[in-house]
T-cell receptor, first 113, second 111 residues
Framework: DGGITQSPKYLFRKEGQNVTLSCEQN?????MYWYRQDPGQGLRLIYYSQIVNDFQKGDIAEGYSVSREKKESFPLTVTSAQKNPTAFYLCASSIGYRSGELFFGEGSRLTVL | SQQGEEDPQALSIQEGENATMNCSYKTSINNLQWYRQNSGRGLVHLILIRSNEREKHSGRLRVTLDTSKKSSSLLITASRAADTASYFCATEAGTASKLTFGTGTRLQVTL
């Protein structure tokens, strides 16, 4: 089955540590996205990539970094510079940028201890 | 910044009743989409309506769009317990066309 796989589902981090969240898709989609969701709130865009080897900052990129070396993969690193990293992180993809429907993974819940 | 704001924030109904959720937005849009999220899970796309469309149907879902009022509504008819979830509207606007999500409506359908 085609889809988006995020790992790990749950992750705990000590303050000052970087952590990388994995996102892999086998839908052959060009565009990929990372969103952050806080309790009771909507999704906020962190980074997005329209094509391999290209990515742009979203609305809340500070303290995060990404790479897009392969079409299938779009990992997100939460750095120690992110002041409030505890959140639910969602990866999504679409056929192309501005092509409408987003397909989401099941999310990764990061807790900073 | 939040483009869409859903209303109500929470809605509790009995199985078989209809559920109506509203979404208001601030700027002109290219399209508006509705998504569902079960607790602790990813979002699932429900329906997309373009700015030149006024109404769309998909199964038990009916979406309307009023661009003059900058608002949309999602109607779920004959609700089921399995419809219990949070529902988000998302708007695509301008040339950058980033998809911006609202804060969601939590729907509880009881037996």
């Amino acid at each position: 089955d085609g889809g988006i796989t995020q790992s790990p589902k749950y992750l705990f981090r000590k303050e000052g540590q970087n952590v990388t969240l994995s996102c892999e898709q086998n839908l052959n989609h060009d565009a990929m996205y990372w969103y952050r969701q806080d309790p009771g709130q909507g999704l906020r865009l962190i980074y997005y990539s329209q094509i391999v080897n290209d990515f742009q900052k979203g609305d809340i990129a500070e303290g995060y970094s990404v790479s897009r070396e392969k079409k299938e993969s779009f990992p997100l690193t939460v750095t120690s510079a992110q002041k409030n990293p505890t959140a639910f992180y969602l990866c999504a993809s679409s056929i192309g940028y501005r092509s409408g429907e987003l397909f989401f993974g099941e999310g990764s819940r990061l807790t900073v201890l | 910044s939040q483009q869409g704001e859903e209303d109500p924030q929470a809605l509790s109904i009995q199985e078989g009743e209809n559920a109506t959720m509203n979404c208001s937005y601030k700027t002109s849009i290219n399209n508006l989409q509705w998504y569902r999220q079960n607790s602790g899970r990813g979002l699932v796309h429900l329906i997309l309506i373009r700015s030149n469309e006024r109404e769309k149907h998909s199964g038990r879902l009916r979406v309307t769009l009023d661009t003059s009022k900058k608002s949309s509504s999602l109607l779920i008819t004959a609700s089921r317990a399995a419809d219990t979830a949070s529902y988000f509207c998302a708007t695509e606007a301008g040339t950058a066309s980033k998809l911006t999500f609202g804060t969601g409506t939590r729907l509880q359908v009881t037996l």
